[in-house]
């Protein structure tokens, strides 16, 4: 079984960058052309959709990037169908990353008669443990390739849960070998609607099973009445968070700048990338974002001033 050992070394599949970490973020078709423009500012791509038929351009990403598997593989609460394990085969063949993703989520209800929103958490409960246990074992060894987990941003809690989202997270790694994608701006929410210290929160969760970290934007929800995550610049505290994540995750291969949306604009993406990488202190291929070139703006002072600080 294609797994992760403890501190988050790849067993079976070879890491894309050896040396350093790997800075990237999601393909969004429309800036595909920009994309294959720019220099080696952007290190891996996350696939969260599987390639348009129309998109003539995949072909060259895929040459020039890296790509991680990000898609929707199934609720992992139940059992995949063999649709949508060979689904997930073919996506990652196509992909051929170093490891594939999947979520802390629920979508439907056991029956599918009601289907819920893509963030909504699972029961922490015993049943639901093993539940996801054995699916995610099922997925990894019909794909063989290493399954980092994504946590889901809790925005209130459920009197049936017997366990913390921490404790629930560390039981399922040590039983699934699968590693950790820790997405920062979901777990500062979490903190926020908790009223708890964002650093003392994320202290309580596996960093050691950490693979790959997301970052990205907060800004405040018109109809939440509150933050929530958004396809923008990530804010000075959650690069800040990530960074201090990174010191204690020894495993960590990936830092992945979590935008997708077809609102997203050339220039915000990659100033996106270039404070990342920044703030993560991956210097060596700031590319033309960091010069100024042709085709890429250079960080604003705005975007300047919240990586300085």
Known sequence: MATFAKGGDVLIMRSFIAERLS?????????????????????????????????????????????????????????????????????????????????????????????????????YTEDFLRRFVANARRLQDFVEAPLVMENIPGFFSVEHAQMSEAEFLQRFFEESGCGFLIDVPHLWLAAHYQQRDPREYIGTFPLDRVVEIHVGGIEDDRDLGGPWVAPTRPTREILELGVWIAKRAPGLRAVTVDQFSPSLTGNVMFESVAMTKKAFGVDKALGKTAQGGAGVQACTPETEAIVQG
């Not at 819920?116 to 029961?123: E, G, H, R, S």
């Open 23 to 123: 800075i990237g973020t999601f393909y969004n078709p429309h800036l595909a052309e920009e994309l294959l423009s720019d220099g080696d500012l952007i290190d891996h791509l996350s696939m969260a959709d599987p390639p348009a038929a129309e998109d003539a351009l995949f072909p060259r990403i895929r040459e020039k990037f890296p790509l991680l598997l990000h898609d929707y593989l199934g609720q992992l609460a139940d059992p995949l169908s063999d649709h949508a394990l060979e689904r997930a085969r073919s996506l990652q063949q196509l992909y051929r990353g170093p490891w594939i993703a999947e979520h802390f989520q629920c979508l439907h209800t056991e029956d599918s008669k009601y289907t819920l929103d893509y963030v909504f958490p699972p029961l």
